[in-house]
């Protein structure tokens, strides 16, 4: 169980997350908190966070669909000489999808992520392994994925289309990693405006 402290730590960290990757606001509440899992998230030292912010293709290969989540894992700019069986490879993802009019919208999760590869090339690392994902079927374990990391910016999710049913289209899931200064920029203006908020409560009461 989470204690008040921790519970709040996590919500102020998701909702950070939320307004400084720009992703719908709506996420945080919606999701279930055994989905999120802020509790294996409790010491943020090593992790990394970003958001999904996405388009994907149907069969024909078109714009069909939009996604928006968030994502968490501590594999960026480490070997795989860093991790361990006390500290291994971390990569989890939660995010909506809907159809490009707001129908169909549903949600997945990304889990238990098994690190095998890493390798570099140019400005782009790619960090290969497996992952459990849940689509409308339930749960699908020791899915095949690689997640690409462009110039420290952009994170390219790509998972094995054959166990997914093609279910993401043809292309990646994409999204941003913002810089630790915007981070702590943001969460310092949400500290102020909590505290400010927090005031002017006290002082109409």
């Given at each position: 169980?989470?204690?008040?402290?921790?519970?709040?730590?996590?919500?102020?960290?998701?909702?950070?997350?939320?307004?400084?990757?720009?992703?719908?606001?709506?996420?945080?509440p919606?999701?279930?908190?055994?989905?999120?899992?802020?509790?294996?998230?409790?010491?943020?030292?090593?992790?990394?966070?970003?958001?999904?912010?996405?388009?994907?293709?149907?069969?024909?290969?078109?714009?069909?669909?939009?996604?928006?989540?968030?994502?968490?894992?501590?594999?960026?700019?480490?070997?795989k000489?860093s991790?361990?069986?006390?500290?291994?490879?971390?990569?989890?993802?939660?995010f909506?999808?809907?159809?490009?009019?707001?129908?169909?919208?549903?949600?997945?999760?990304?889990?238990?992520?098994?690190?095998?590869?890493?390798?570099?090339?140019?400005?782009?690392?790619?960090?290969?392994?497996?992952?459990?994902?849940?689509?409308?079927?339930?749960p699908?374990?020791?899915?095949?994925?690689?997640?690409?990391?462009?110039?420290?910016?952009?994170?390219?999710?790509?998972?094995?289309?054959?166990?997914?049913?093609?279910?993401?289209?043809?292309?990646?899931?994409?999204?941003?990693?913002?810089?630790?200064?915007?981070?702590?920029?943001?969460?310092?203006?949400?500290?102020?405006?909590?505290?400010?908020?927090t005031?002017?409560?006290m002082?109409?009461?």
């Amino acid at each position: 169980m989470l204690n008040k402290h921790s519970f709040r730590k996590s919500v102020f960290l998701f909702t950070t997350l939320v307004l400084v990757t720009g992703s719908v606001t709506i996420a945080i509440p919606s999701l279930n908190i055994s989905e999120a899992n802020p509790n294996k998230w409790q010491d943020h030292k090593d992790m990394v966070f970003g958001g999904i912010s996405s388009i994907q293709n149907n069969n024909q290969g078109k714009p069909e669909w939009v996604l928006s989540g968030h994502w968490f894992t501590n594999i960026i700019n480490k070997t795989k000489d860093s991790f361990n069986q006390t500290n291994p490879a971390k990569f989890d993802s939660w995010f909506y999808m809907a159809m490009l009019d707001g129908s169909a919208m549903h949600k997945h999760a990304i889990s238990n992520f098994s690190l095998s590869d890493i390798s570099s090339q140019g400005n782009t690392t790619s960090y290969k392994g497996t992952v459990t994902i849940t689509l409308k079927e339930g749960p699908v374990k020791e899915v095949p994925i690689e997640i690409k990391v462009m110039n420290n910016h952009v994170i390219a999710l790509s998972l094995d289309a054959t166990k997914t049913k093609n279910h993401f289209g043809d292309t990646p899931i994409y999204g941003i990693i913002p810089t630790r200064a915007d981070v702590m920029k943001m969460m310092s203006h949400m500290g102020n405006k909590t505290m400010t908020e927090t005031n002017m409560n006290m002082s109409q009461k």
